[in-house]
Structures are given as structure tokens and as C-alpha cells.
């Protein structure tokens, strides 16, 4: 009788589960994308077919099938699967899990694996307690988290696991999974007289964005809503009804995730390869996701240095008054701004000679032995070695230094330009490229270096 009340049960909760749980793939053919790491000759296809799974943590967007590839991978594997959220796992349920564990693999010779759901919520006190015997062997960790592990997840966590990003499906890689979920007979929608448009299958692929559970969800909502208002017609689901069914995109960005990190190198790098159209995209991406403006201005002020710096000198000032404006004003209109600056900034001439200047400076700073200021480049007032008469603006800048050297007080000079070592060694950090305003200060650079060995003292 106990029997039969929980096939019951079993049975109930199965008759509630939604299209995306129901056709979660069984066996690693009918998973869908990740030919990256699941192809032929792939690592994590090769980890399985050696049956050498040791910690993993899986990390992507959304509906890339993270849980349902730890499930395939201790299917295959032939281990216990035990399901928990890192974030609702106490210490106690930990210690159970690995009693069990070792119980299991003693009496039966069977192993397990510990799947943790957002893997990143897991604390340090959980960690200590399970990762002796994850580091043992006694438990196989595979974690899930839509973050970036490098930067979410404890690095005794990550130095232990063999990471594998989820990519977003393709649409080709959607539409085989809507097909699938139509035909199948026995889990999805294979006994209705069905027809989908291929209009339909597109607006899903796209507007899924390669997020398979919102796909088959939205199949969901198109069939039974049609089913209800067609009785036992045929249904058909069209472009309308497939636009009807998923709403509004869901934009694949948070603010601390890789949406987070990839969306805005993707836009600088965009703005630095001169391509405003592309930037144009990735702005608009990021304020429709609800990325902070400022955030994008603070980000197009260190562009305006690091990739453009004097071959426009104007870029800087565009981004500062940027800065400033979306500050006083806010969005939307602070869109506006930011599209004029990325505008300018796109199509302004590039250099990052000031960029690379000051960091071959600060690397000799780091690395070299230091420079000592030459004697007579010190400040008189506070290395006084000399009763010759102050210069003219009173601080002695024309003092007569040891050595029988003296400072030479540049506007004395022809042109203003001495042959005074201002270093006292031989260096050239900044070297002006030959595009926009820098043409001109390299010019300029070229003409001062020659005068200033032309006048160098022997």
C-alpha cells in the first residue's frame, strides 16, 4: 500500500511538471549545443569516456543546460547524483551527504557526486567542512553558477575544479530543440495535430537569446493557450502567436556577471577599433539592460586617455563634459550624450603613446635601480651647494651646482630649449605616433630632441 501511495505521488508531480523539465535530455546525444567541450576530441568528452571525472563547475547564461549536464555526466558516469543549492545547504546536510557517500562507496563500490546550484553562495564554513573529502575523492563536486567563477567563487574552489563555460545556444541549436519537444510523443507534444511556422521557430531562436528553457516555455504557453481556445482542432502556431507567447526579449546582462564584463570590452573594443556602429549596439545593450550611465561615461573618460590621448586632444574634453552632463541630467536622456560621445570617440584618431610612455616609466620605477635628481635640478632652497645669485624668478634656478654644473633656465635659451639632461640617463619613453594632433608633437619632439643634442654640453 506504501508502495502505491508514492507511485501516486510520483505520478502527480510528474503530471505538474512544466515542458523544459520534461524534455531534459537522457542521455548526452540529445543534449543540445556545447560542441565546444562535448565534441568529438573534446576535453569534458574525453574526461567521460575515460571515466575520469574529477570537480567541475560549470558556469553561463541561463538555460545552457548546467543541471542537466551534471545530471548526463553521473548517468553516464554510473555515480549517485545528490541535488542541492549552496545557498539553502547547512553544514549538517553536508556531513550527512558525505557519510552517505562513504557508506555508498564501502558497501556497494559506488561513487557519488555532489551537484551545488549557485555554487558561488558557498560559504567558507561549508567549504572546509566538504573539501577534504572532495580532494580525497570520496565526493565528486560539480558546481553551477551564471557568474564567473574567477571572480564569484572561492578560490579553493576554483584551484580544486576543472572550469567549462556554457555558451548561449545557437538558433539552428533552438529550433532542434522546439522540433524535438513537438514530435515527442511520450514527454512533449507529439500526440497533437501541431504545426509550427518556420516564422514561429525564428521569433523563438532569436528572442530566446540561447536560452533553451525559455524557448520550450514559450512553446508551452502557445500550445496550451491554443489548445484551450481550439478544442480538438488543429493548431497551428504562427509568427503572431509565437510573438504573443515570449513578450518581451529578456536581456542576458546583470550588473555583476559576465554580461557585466563582456558587454562593455566588447563596446570599448569597438570604440578602439574605430567602429561606431558596433559600439552604438553594445551601448544600447547595455542601457536596456539597466546598466548604470555613469558606470559607461566613467569607462569612455579612460578610453579618451588610454586609446586616443593627443592624437585628438578634444576626445578627453568630450568625454569630461559627458561625464558631467549624464551626472546633471540622467537617463533617457543621458542616452542621447553617451551616443554622441561614443560617436566622436569611435571615429577620433587613436594613439596610446602617452599610455605606453607612463607605464614604461613606472616599470623602470619598479624594476630599475632609482634615479637620483641631478644636483642641479634639486631645489636650491633645500640642497643649497652654491653662493651664485638667484635667478630671476627668485629661487635660484640658475644656481651654480657641484660639479661646476648649473641649472640652464630654459627661456634664456634660443627656441627655449637647452641641452640640459633633465633625467641623467639616457631614456625615451614617449614617442608620439604619426596620426591627428600627434603628427604635429612629434614633429615638434623630433626638432627639440636634435636641438638638445645639438647643445648638450661635451
Same mark, same amino acid.
Given at each position: 500500500?506504501?508502495d502505491?501511495?508514492?507511485?501516486?505521488?510520483?505520478?502527480? *508531480?510528474?503530471?505538474?511538471?512544466?515542458l523544459?523539465v520534461?524534455?531534459?535530455?537522457?542521455?548526452?546525444?540529445?543534449?543540445?549545443?556545447?560542441?565546444?567541450?562535448?565534441?568529438?576530441?573534446?576535453?569534458?568528452?574525453?574526461? %567521460?569516456?575515460?571515466?575520469?571525472?574529477?570537480?567541475?563547475?560549470?558556469?553561463?547564461?541561463?538555460?545552457?543546460?548546467?543541471?542537466?549536464?551534471?545530471?548526463?555526466?553521473? !548517468? !553516464?558516469?554510473?555515480?549517485?547524483?545528490?541535488?542541492?543549492?549552496?545557498?539553502?545547504?547547512?553544514v549538517?546536510?553536508?556531513?550527512?551527504? @558525505?557519510?552517505?557517500a562513504?557508506e555508498?562507496?564501502?558497501?556497494?563500490?559506488? *561513487?557519488?557526486i555532489l551537484?551545488l546550484d549557485?555554487?558561488?553562495?558557498?560559504?567558507?564554513?561549508q567549504?572546509?567542512?566538504?573539501l577534504?573529502?572532495?580532494e580525497?575523492? %570520496?565526493?565528486?563536486?560539480i558546481?553551477?553558477?551564471?557568474?564567473?567563477?574567477?571572480?564569484?567563487?572561492?578560490?579553493?574552489?576554483?584551484?580544486?575544479?576543472?572550469?567549462?563555460?556554457?555558451?548561449?545556444?545557437?538558433?539552428?541549436?533552438?529550433?532542434?530543440?522546439?522540433?524535438?519537444?513537438?514530435g515527442?510523443?511520450?514527454?512533449?507534444?507529439?500526440?497533437?495535430? %501541431?504545426?509550427?511556422?518556420?516564422?514561429?521557430?525564428?521569433?523563438w531562436?532569436?528572442?530566446?537569446?540561447?536560452?533553451?528553457?525559455?524557448?520550450?516555455t514559450?512553446?508551452?504557453?502557445?500550445?496550451?493557450?491554443?489548445?484551450?481556445?481550439s478544442?480538438?482542432?488543429?493548431?497551428?502556431?504562427?509568427?503572431?502567436?509565437a510573438?504573443?507567447?515570449?513578450?518581451?526579449?529578456?536581456?542576458?546582462?546583470?550588473?555583476? #556577471? $559576465?554580461?557585466?564584463?563582456d558587454?562593455?570590452?566588447?563596446?570599448?573594443?569597438?570604440?578602439?577599433g574605430?567602429?561606431?556602429?558596433?559600439?552604438?549596439?553594445w551601448?544600447?545593450?547595455? %542601457?536596456e539592460?539597466?546598466?548604470?550611465?555613469?558606470?559607461?561615461?566613467?569607462?569612455?573618460a579612460?578610453?579618451?586617455?588610454?586609446?586616443? #590621448?593627443?592624437?585628438?586632444?578634444?576626445?578627453?574634453?568630450?568625454?569630461?563634459?559627458?561625464?558631467?552632463?549624464?551626472?546633471?541630467?540622467g537617463?533617457?536622456?543621458?542616452?542621447?550624450?553617451l551616443a554622441q560621445?561614443?560617436?566622436?570617440?569611435?571615429?577620433?584618431?587613436?594613439?596610446?603613446?602617452?599610455?605606453?610612455?607612463v607605464?614604461?616609466?613606472?616599470?623602470?620605477?619598479?624594476?630599475?635601480?632609482?634615479?637620483?635628481?641631478?644636483?642641479?635640478?634639486?631645489?636650491p632652497?633645500?640642497s643649497?651647494?652654491?653662493?651664485?645669485?638667484?635667478?630671476?624668478?627668485?629661487v635660484? $634656478?640658475?644656481?651654480?651646482?657641484?660639479?661646476?654644473?648649473?641649472?640652464?633656465?630654459? !627661456?634664456?635659451?634660443?627656441?627655449?630649449v637647452?641641452?640640459?639632461?633633465?633625467?641623467?640617463?639616457?631614456?625615451?619613453?614617449?614617442?608620439?605616433?604619426?596620426?591627428?594632433?600627434?603628427?604635429?608633437?612629434?614633429?615638434?619632439?623630433a626638432? @627639440?630632441?636634435?636641438?638638445?643634442?645639438?647643445?648638450r654640453?661635451?
Open positions: 500500500m506504501a502505491l501511495w508514492a507511485s501516486k505521488r510520483d505520478e502527480a *508531480r510528474k503530471g505538474v511538471e512544466p523544459a520534461r524534455m531534459r535530455p537522457r542521455t548526452l546525444d540529445e543534449f543540445a549545443g556545447q560542441e565546444h567541450i562535448l565534441g568529438e576530441g573534446k576535453l569534458l568528452r574525453r574526461m %567521460l569516456k575515460a571515466d575520469a571525472i574529477t570537480s567541475i563547475i560549470l558556469h553561463g547564461p541561463p538555460g545552457t543546460g548546467k543541471t542537466t549536464l551534471a545530471e548526463l555526466i553521473a !548517468h !553516464h558516469s554510473k555515480r549517485h547524483f545528490e541535488r542541492e543549492n549552496a545557498s539553502q545547504i547547512g549538517k546536510r553536508i556531513r550527512e551527504i @558525505i557519510d552517505a562513504a555508498r562507496l564501502e558497501s556497494r563500490k559506488v *561513487r557519488t551537484f549557485e555554487i558561488h553562495r558557498f560559504s567558507k564554513a567549504q572546509d567542512v566538504l577534504p573529502d572532495v580525497r575523492g %570520496l565526493i565528486t563536486l558546481g553551477a553558477t551564471t557568474e564567473n567563477p574567477l571572480f564569484s567563487v572561492n578560490s579553493a574552489l576554483v584551484s580544486r575544479s576543472t572550469l567549462f563555460r556554457l555558451e548561449p545556444l545557437s538558433p539552428d541549436a533552438i529550433m532542434n530543440v522546439i522540433r524535438r519537444a513537438a515527442n510523443k511520450e514527454r512533449g507534444y507529439g500526440l497533437l495535430s %501541431l504545426q509550427i511556422t518556420d516564422e514561429a521557430l525564428v521569433v531562436a532569436t528572442k530566446s537569446d540561447g536560452d533553451a528553457r525559455r524557448a520550450l514559450a512553446l508551452e504557453v502557445a500550445v496550451l493557450s491554443a489548445v484551450e481556445a478544442g480538438t482542432a488543429p493548431i497551428l502556431v504562427d509568427r503572431a502567436a510573438e504573443d507567447s515570449i513578450q518581451q526579449k529578456a536581456a542576458v546582462y546583470d550588473g555583476t #556577471g $559576465d554580461g557585466h564584463y558587454q562593455i570590452s566588447a563596446f570599448i573594443k569597438s570604440i578602439r574605430s567602429d561606431p556602429d558596433a559600439a552604438m549596439y551601448l544600447a545593450s547595455m %542601457l539592460a539597466g546598466e548604470d550611465p555613469r558606470f559607461i561615461a566613467r569607462r569612455l579612460i578610453l579618451a586617455s588610454e586609446d586616443i #590621448g593627443n592624437a585628438d586632444p578634444r576626445g578627453i574634453m568630450v568625454a569630461a563634459a559627458c561625464y558631467e552632463i549624464i551626472e546633471r541630467i537617463m533617457p536622456e543621458a542616452r542621447i550624450t560621445t561614443v560617436a566622436y570617440l569611435a571615429l577620433a584618431p587613436k594613439s596610446n603613446a602617452s599610455y605606453l610612455a607605464d614604461a616609466a613606472i616599470a623602470d620605477v619598479r624594476e630599475g635601480r632609482s634615479i637620483a635628481v641631478p644636483i642641479y635640478l634639486r631645489d632652497n633645500s643649497p651647494v652654491s653662493d651664485a645669485p638667484s635667478s630671476k624668478n627668485g635660484g $634656478d640658475r644656481t651654480k651646482q657641484a660639479g661646476g654644473q648649473s641649472y640652464e633656465y630654459s !627661456h634664456d635659451a634660443q627656441g627655449s637647452t641641452g640640459q639632461d633633465y633625467l641623467g640617463v639616457d631614456r625615451e619613453y614617449y614617442n608620439p605616433l604619426d596620426v591627428g594632433h600627434e603628427r604635429a608633437m612629434k614633429e615638434r619632439l626638432e @627639440i630632441r636634435k636641438l638638445r643634442t645639438q647643445r654640453s661635451p
